[in-house]
């Protein structure tokens, strides 16, 4: 496709389900970003794949947060026993190389809504 | 830890006024990107910043880094309304991931 997509773009769960959330990076982008953007704040860093290596997740803010390229494109983020707190928009963004300096194209982002 | 702070966090300036937003880091920065974001939108790249004391221009967009690649800021002359969303900084420290900054706000009133 032309971007980074993102689905589903909205998702209620209730306090305790898993989720998960799926992104679809620019074909061809080897660097895959996920990032929590919480309501009036910027975005914050969770975790970065080159190619389907997961080379860090420093950012994941707990164990119930997990993520996965298996063959180095789509990536799924996964939330554990969802609390009330993990309410936010996760953002996916993916970059045609390695280098810090590389652009970052951001999807729509996915609004998970925790009750 | 790596912060990255902005002011001021909403400014609101009638159409054809300017707007200047600032980041600071607290550690110097390999390069610096800014964004936009439309309410209800996600990030868009603006522009990089790689070298000290580089200043970029688009349109009526000013980017400056400072000489310390610490600070950086945006200025926009005569805003329109189509200016109206968040416009967050991004430091890059030298790994792959984006720092990215509390975000001003900016409201154009026509």
């Known amino acids: 496709g032309a971007g980074v997509s993102q689905s589903p773009r909205y998702k209620v769960a209730k306090r305790g389900q898993d989720v998960a959330l799926r992104c679809d990076p620019i074909?061809?982008?080897?660097?895959l970003f996920w990032y929590q953007q919480a309501l009036g704040q910027g975005p914050e860093f969770l975790t970065y794949?080159?190619?389907?290596?997961?080379?860090?997740k420093s950012g994941l803010p707990s164990d119930r947060f997990f993520a996965e390229r298996p063959e180095g494109s789509v990536s799924t983020l996964k939330i554990q026993r969802t609390q009330q707190e993990d309410s936010a928009v996760y953002l996916c963004?993916?970059?045609?190389?390695?280098?810090?300096?590389?652009?970052?194209?951001f999807g729509p982002g996915t609004r998970l809504t925790v009750l | 830890g790596q912060q990255v702070m902005q002011i001021p966090q909403y400014q609101h300036v009638q159409e054809g006024e300017d707007f200047t937003t600032y980041c600071n880091s607290s550690?110097?920065?390999?390069?610096i990107q800014w964004y936009k974001q439309r309410p209800g939108g996600h990030p868009v790249f603006l522009i990089q910043?790689?070298?000290?004391?580089e200043v970029k221009k688009q349109k009526r967009l000013t980017f400056q880094f400072g000489e310390a690649k610490k600070n950086s800021s945006l200025h926009i002359t005569a805003t329109q309304t189509t200016d109206v969303g968040t416009y967050f900084c991004?430091?890059?420290?030298?790994?792959?991931?984006?720092?990215f900054g509390t975000g001003t706000r900016l409201t154009v009133i026509p």
């Open positions: 963004a993916s970059s045609s190389g390695t280098a810090g300096t590389d652009t970052q194209y």
């Open positions: 074909s061809g982008h080897v660097s």
């Open positions: 794949f080159q190619n389907e290596a997961q080379l860090d």
């Open positions: 550690t110097t920065l390999s390069n």
């Open positions: 910043l790689v070298k000290s004391g």
């Open positions: 991004a430091g890059n420290p030298g790994a792959n991931n984006l720092f």
